[in-house]
Structure formats: C-alpha cells, structure tokens
C-alpha cells in the first residue's frame, strides 16, 4: 500500500509543476473525446436498435452471425 502512495505522490508533484504539460494533456483529453465519442456517433449508428424491435430478436441475429457456417 506505501509504494501506490509513493507512486500517486511523485505524479501528483510532477503533475503540480507542470505548466505546458497541463496544457497539452488537456489537449489530448479533448482529441481522445472527439476520437471516441463523436466518431462513434456520427459514423457508428446502432444497427441492432434500427433493425430490431426487442432483445430477443437482437440476441437471434448475434447468435445467427457468430454461428453462421461459411461454404
């Protein structure tokens, strides 16, 4: 348990010191999130809520895809 807090500790006071750092962590915070989040959303929609009305239906099409037999 002291070496997590040794741990914790020496980034924090690395973390308080830094000036240029903050600013480009929080520069890759806010490319991580339009990465993510608004990729996700604008070019992955939901196919299984638009194609499927309940979750039976949706647990069938999974299990038909994952056990589908190639020829």
């Given amino acids: 348990m ?3 807090h040794t741990i ?3 980034y924090t006071e690395g ?4 000036r ?3 600013k ?3 520069l890759i915070a806010i490319k991580l999130f339009i990465l993510f ?5 604008l070019f992955f929609p939901n196919f299984l809520e638009t194609h499927f ?4 239906q949706r647990s069938h099409y999974i299990l038909e895809q994952l056990t ?3 020829h």
């Fill in 37 to 41: 989040a608004v990729m996700k959303w």
């Fill in 68 to 70: 589908k037999k190639e």
């Fill in 2 to 4: 002291k070496y997590i």
């Fill in 53 to 56: 009305q309940n979750d039976t």
């Fill in 24 to 26: 480009l962590w929080l």
């Fill in 8 to 10: 914790y500790a020496f």
């Fill in 15 to 18: 973390f308080k010191s830094m």
């Fill in 20 to 22: 240029l750092g903050k």
